[in-house]
């Protein structure tokens, strides 16, 4: 539904409505009808929040794991929300060029941005200035803990098996997807906690890549998360060694966590709901509301179950408490590895 | 056998051939125009086949993206526009034959080759998805770094006569690849503090604004100076010999095609410009390519055709995605609840080779609406050219902002275009610098993994495809340097000296 809606979005962005709608005109025939009656001449500061659509910008291409999610959530916001709700892809510089928009938005709750760990991560390497403080949380909707997973044919049977080669002083190759990635910090956290030797980084553009070169036999183990290795974990490919949640993932039951093998390390990828900074209280209160009645949706939780995304949600104060001390870890951490 | 009637009931379902007619009409358009990707397109169909079973989405989907690389050729013919990245090889010779009067046979010939591209890719597809398991592992760092070199040294080669302006483009093609966010280390590279930058220079706005702004920027230059007549599409019919001419080039390149689509991340861009090559390479008479060749349009469109089935086998095989178009095909299939990978053919033979047969009937489908089409796409050259470049400036526009919904998009293109157009003017070839921007981060990041991986040494060279590369790529470099001596020989001893060829 959101989709559809791409092509009859409000005047505001006279030249984007033109590109969507021609991308996607053949397939609008009818459906815009209506969708322009709101009135946009009401307060938005107050009560009536919201009067119109909300623009919802995910800064990742279309069509990945995040955006799936995000419009999946969307499709669920519209009806708890009461109003539209307009997926806009704004893709660039790692999710900072969508981050950075979203976040400099007029700050009246009409445009909320999908914020991710990595682009806040980005900010520890020198690449951007994004901090807690430039952000309005709205909620948190998704945790995915990193899993230390092996190849099939690999003589690591177990995550004590594999940190004994680290401590052995073994020249292990992890592959992870993109530079100044989570899952660098993973397994480097991982090596510190267990006090063995750091194991080398190999970044590649993306998760599949970084599949691709375990089961190739180029690199000795990949610290992606479960969701992205869970078709080859389930065709037998890959081995999963070890989850780096609080708790096993549902659908690896019998992978322990580092913590139940002694080792005090967890390490995860959130995504979350923001909104520009100096939002009215009440639209953050409202957006916070209607987004957990939507994260609640038998729809939303049955798919993310179903794709094996982690169900992990916050509320606003609670989201925004969190994510200043998320940053004030990982900084910590990056600056302690001596990775930024 | 039971699995191919599968999938013929599969891929003939009433439901499935509709969603296959509309998937290829929309791929026409979303191919033709600059700057809508195949794979845009995909993401935008992707939401509504989650209510539909899995092999009518899929087919809605594969319709298409196998018929947006076709219609990328259609401007790349009319405009000297690629209208895909894929049909950037076939502006080389489409170009100069539209210009003669001869766009009716380019188009022809762009549709069939595009066809029969696509139908030996995934007969090639349905014969060895088993084994191309093995052979997209066998991709690794190395492989793909010692392949983007091998690559671009033969688009340099290519411009033989003009190898130092080639060489040049093609600089200039890497050191914008070194844009951007380093690969390997979270390091910001020539980004002058912008964020936009920091993902690198996207390479659609670069190639609207080469070709498309750079060309109808030489057009309005062409207006000023006088009214010229346009040029006629001509006959669209081709004599049996005409064909039969194009026929091993079609087949070799469409083999190649495959292979080079395997290899995940290489895509259709890199396997025309190969097909290309290794077309002329070894073409009797090489004088006409790059003035209107057409075995330069039938190679180039046959192998990017091609590529699409190959690009899929590391998908069915391994579950995991070349490039973003098979990300997405994935996506609509891990949403119904099924998860590519080798375990598909056994437990959902109806969708590997109603996959397979789908592919096929896409095709012919193609085929007939391109055969419809073709005389329509020819009138464009009716439009008279003070309407038809301004509206090619505002479809660049346009089209690199769409991409991304990215201002920045526009800008980019605006400065490749004042680039592409005082390249034009220097006999500088724009294709180099194209090929270099794609094969750049390819060749960076897949060295520098090699080199992680072997621990700083450079051993991975002798490795058995590393070492086919490496010698491949002296050949390529060897040969018009040859050639070259010999002209001068020939030339110093008195005889008919061959004239150095100018490619663009």
């Not at chain 1, 660039?92 to 009409?110: I, K, N």
């Not at chain 2, 989650?50 to 993206?65: E, S």
């Not at chain 2, 397979?356 to 796409?377: E, N, P, Q």
């Amino acid at each position: 539904m959101v989709q559809r809606r791409a092509g009859c979005r409000r005047p505001r962005a006279g030249t984007r409505q033109w590109a969507a709608g021609a991308a996607v005109a053949v397939l609008l025939t009818g459906s815009c009808a209506g969708s322009d009656s709101t009135d946009e001449t009401q307060s938005s500061g107050g009560g009536h929040y919201p009067t119109r659509g909300i623009e919802f910008v995910v800064p990742f291409d279309a069509g990945g794991g995040t955006d799936q999610l995000a419009r999946r959530l969307a499709a669920a916001a519209e009806r708890t929300c009461g109003t539209n709700i307009i997926v806009t892809n704004k893709s660039g510089g790692s999710g900072l060029v969508g981050l950075t928009e979203g976040l400099a938005a007029r700050p009246d709750g009409y445009t909320l941005v999908l914020a991710t760990s990595s682009t806040l991560l980005a900010s520890h390497f020198g690449i951007s200035d994004v901090s807690p403080e430039d952000i309005t949380a709205v909620a948190k909707i998704n945790e995915d803990p990193s899993v230390l997973s092996v190849a099939a044919g690999s003589p690591y049977r177990s995550i004590e098996d594999f940190l004994a080669a680290a401590r052995d002083g073994e020249r292990l190759l992890v592959s992870t997807s993109g530079s100044g990635s989570i899952w660098e910090l993973s397994f480097a956290g991982m090596a510190r906690a267990a006090d063995v030797p750091p194991m080398v980084n190999v970044p590649y553009e993306g998760a599949g890549p970084a599949l691709i070169a375990l089961l190739g036999g180029e690199v000795d183990a990949t610290s992606i998360s479960g969701v992205e290795s869970r078709t080859q974990i389930e065709q037998g490919s890959v081995r999963p060694l070890a989850v780096m949640g609080d708790e096993r993932l549902a659908f690896l039951p019998d992978v322990p966590t580092l913590k139940e093998s002694g080792i005090d390390w967890v390490s995860t990828v959130w995504r979350g709901l923001a909104v520009a900074p100096g939002v009215p209280q009440p639209v953050v209160d409202r957006l916070d509301a209607c987004m957990a009645e939507a994260y609640r949706d038998k729809g939303f939780q049955a798919w993310m179950r179903d794709q094996g995304y982690g169900l992990s949600y916050q509320d606003a104060a609670e989201f925004q408490r969190w994510l200043a001390a998320d940053f004030r870890r990982a900084g910590e951490l990056v600056t302690s590895l001596d990775l930024g | 056998m039971s699995n191919w009637m599968e999938g013929l009931a599969a891929a003939f379902s009433p439901l499935s051939l509709l969603l296959m007619a509309v998937g290829v009409v929309l791929g026409m358009f979303v191919g033709a125009i600059p700057g809508f990707s195949a794979t845009m397109g995909i993401a935008v169909l992707l939401p509504f086949t989650f209510a539909l079973d899995p092999v009518p989405g899929l087919m809605l989907l594969l319709g298409l993206y196998g018929s947006a690389l076709y219609s990328g050729a259609i401007p790349a013919i009319l405009l000297r526009i690629p209208g895909t990245p894929g049909a950037a090889a076939t502006v080389i010779d489409a170009g100069p034959m539209a210009a003669r009067g001869e766009a009716g046979k380019a188009l022809s010939i762009s549709l069939v080759c595009s066809v029969i591209g696509g139908v030996i890719g995934v007969v090639l597809l349905a014969m060895l998805a088993p084994v191309m398991a093995d052979f997209a592992l066998s991709f690794g760092s190395a492989e793909y770094f010692m392949l983007a070199v091998f690559a671009l040294a033969v688009i340099v080669s290519l411009s033989d006569g003009a190898v130092l302006k080639g060489a040049l483009s093609a600089l200039i093609g890497l050191s914008l690849a070194f844009i951007g966010l380093d690969p390997i280390q979270a390091y910001a590279r020539y980004d002058f503090g912008m964020p936009q930058l920091l993902s690198g220079v996207s390479f659609i706005p670069v190639l609207i604004g080469l070709f498309g702004v750079a060309e109808a920027l030489v057009q309005y230059e062409r207006m000023h100076r006088g009214r010229e007549k346009p040029a006629t599409a001509g006959s669209f019919g081709l004599s049996g010999k005409e064909w039969r001419a194009l026929a091993p080039a079609t087949w070799w390149s469409s083999l190649s095609g495959f292979l080079v689509g395997v290899a995940p991340g290489a895509g259709g861009t890199v396997a025309s410009f190969l097909a290309y090559d290794h077309t002329k390479r070894f073409a009797h008479d090489k004088s006409r390519f790059g003035k209107g060749d057409p075995r330069g349009v039938a190679s180039a469109e046959a192998a990017n055709n091609a590529s699409i089935a190959g690009g899929i086998a590391p998908m069915l095989t391994l579950g995991v995605p070349g490039d973003a178009a098979t990300a997405l095909l994935i996506g609509a299939l891990t949403v119904q609840g099924i998860q590519p990978g080798p375990r598909l053919f056994s437990s959902s033979p109806d969708l590997v080779y109603g996959l397979f047969v789908g592919l096929v009937v896409i095709y012919l489908l193609t085929l007939l609406a391109g055969l419809l089409g073709t005389r329509l796409w020819g009138s464009v050259l009716k439009v008279p050219p003070n309407i038809m470049w301004p509206v090619v400036i505002v479809l660049s526009v346009l089209g690199a902002y769409a991409l991304r919904y990215n201002v920045f998009d526009i800008a980019v293109m605006v400065v490749a275009g004042v680039v592409g157009y005082l390249m034009l003017k220097g006999g500088i070839p724009v294709i180099p610098l194209v090929v270099g921007l794609v094969l750049g981060p390819i060749a960076e990041s897949g060295l520098r993994r090699a080199l992680i991986i072997n621990d700083g040494s450079f051993s991975f060279v002798l490795q058995p495809v590393s070492l086919t590369l490496l010698v491949l790529t002296l050949v390529a470099i060897a040969l018009p340097v040859v050639r070259a001596a010999r002209a001068r020989n020939a030339a110093r001893q008195g005889k008919v000296a061959r004239q150095p060829v100018d490619h663009s």
